[in-house]
């Protein structure tokens, strides 16, 4: 066994949670609401960074609604999407229509991240079995027996929920039934565990980067002979993602911060007021667009679930929320066997079993679209016309729905486990 790292008592749970991300604190959420008690670590001081996964979508927003959150989370500062088009050489056109989504939200919402994960913290904290523990950064896997029975990690100089004022830097552990591995896509304890990941070539970069909000500023995509450009109206400013071929932040450089603008401008000409506030490329950041899933999910008392399982394009803006669908189904799938206080590898084969079709099918789409829209545009070196596809939805609005629906919606969407009294804690330290 790895030894208990840390002085004086063994820190015990039912379920601790690597990663304090959207998929970490749902699931901790709906643990703790469905009466296990759950520890997330999460390795950073608090929520304020620069998120890139900040659009919500109503199969999200429909699991806030049952558990009573979707009002609150609605009075947040947000944008909404409703339809949604694309823009080649040859016009605009509609190809997601999410109004005509049935229910309480067709439309996709678009919050600082920070502040969902916040507002999921402070409902979480409502329920005693509860605890989010900042500036835990978490180092590797506890095993006895073949088994993983817990987490060690170390503090950061900041925090909450320390258990001790020390600050000090030593290595510390928490043994729980159950480990889930909600780390990102550089998790270490899916390196740890020894999972292998199956990569598949995206082939593209992402930067990203922000401009003042012009007058007259749409959510869009737009396509064009070697570039392929998204805007995202935040409201007070626009997001923007310029996709580049892999490693093609250095030719943009080369280029210089004027032929940049310039090619903005060009592409999109409602930004030609406002480029000129991108004074030089320092504010430009790199996405490293990648798709890839692992084969397997589990080990003996570990899951990996969210983008440390499979990473997801930015294509369709579905990565945080598929993320959010596996915490959901796991909570679901686990509660019972957690509150019993035991998990077996078949409880965790039935979490990958229920979430493997949708993540798979997602992916495939998304590789499709690498290859057709965005390596397409990137190649070209003439105009880039309009797929007929886009042109079949251009002239049948009612199948607008469709992909607005496996976008909004996705495959065998989740609900939350029903609430439940909190068990008993005073046994879960010694």
């Known amino acids: ?84 088009a694309v823009t080649t050489d040859d016009g605009t056109f509609e190809v997601a229509d999410f109004s005509r989504l ?50 060690r990690y170390r503090r950061t100089a900041r925090g909450d929920g320390a258990g001790d004022d020390s600050g000090d830097r030593a290595e510390r552990s928490v043994r729980a039934v159950l480990t889930v591995a909600a780390d990102g896509r550089g998790s270490v304890l899916r390196e740890d565990a020894g999972l292998r990941l199956r990569e598949f070539g995206a082939g593209v970069d992402v930067l990203w980067f922000r401009l003042p909000r ?28 310029f996709v580049v071929p892999s490693g093609g932040l250095e030719a943009v450089r080369a280029g210089g911060a004027a032929a940049f603008r310039a090619d903005l401008a060009r592409l999109l000409p409602v930004l030609a007021p406002v480029v000129g506030a991108l004074v030089d490329l320092d504010g430009v950041r790199v996405l490293r667009v990648r798709i890839d899933r692992l084969r397997r999910w589990y080990r003996d008392g570990l899951l990996v679930i969210g983008d440390a399982a499979h990473a997801m394009s930015p294509v369709g803006g579905v990565g945080v929320n598929l993320a959010v669908q596996d915490a959901v189904a796991a909570a679901r799938l686990l509660a019972g066997p957690l509150r019993r206080g035991t998990v077996s590898r078949r409880d965790l084969t039935q979490v990958q079993r229920r979430r493997w079709l949708p993540v798979v099918l997602t992916q495939a789409a998304q590789r499709v679209a690498h290859r057709r829209v965005l390596g397409a545009s990137l190649a070209s070196a003439g105009p880039v ?43 879960m330290y010694r």
């Open 214 to 241: 012009p007058a007259g500023a749409v959510t869009g995509v737009r396509a064009s002979s070697g570039r392929f450009v998204v805007v995202l109206d935040r409201g007070d400013y626009l997001q923007c993602a």
């Open 385 to 427: 016309r309009a797929p007929r596809v886009l042109r079949l939805l251009a002239r049948v609005p009612a199948l607008r729905v469709v992909p607005a629906a496996a976008i909004g919606l996705g495959l065998l969407p989740e609900h939350a486990p029903p609430e439940r009294g909190a068990l008993d804690t005073s046994a």
């Open 1 to 84: 066994m790895d030894g208990d790292a840390g002085a004086g008592r063994v820190e015990r749970t039912r379920c601790v949670v690597a990663g304090g991300g959207p998929a970490g604190l749902v699931l901790g959420l709906l643990l703790a609401r469905a009466g296990v008690p759950v520890l997330v670590l999460e390795k950073h001081d608090d929520f304020l960074r620069d998120f890139r996964g900040d659009t919500v979508h109503p199969s999200t927003l429909r699991l806030l609604d049952e558990v009573g959150l979707a009002e609150e989370f609605l009075r947040l500062p947000h944008a909404r999407v409703e339809r949604a």
């Open 102 to 151: 049935p229910g309480r939200f067709p439309f996709l919402a678009l919050v600082p991240q920070w502040d969902f994960l916040d507002l999921l913290a402070a409902r979480a904290r409502r329920y005693p079995g509860f605890e989010l523990r900042t500036g835990a950064e978490v180092t590797g896997l506890l095993r006895e027996d073949g088994r993983v029975v817990g987490v």
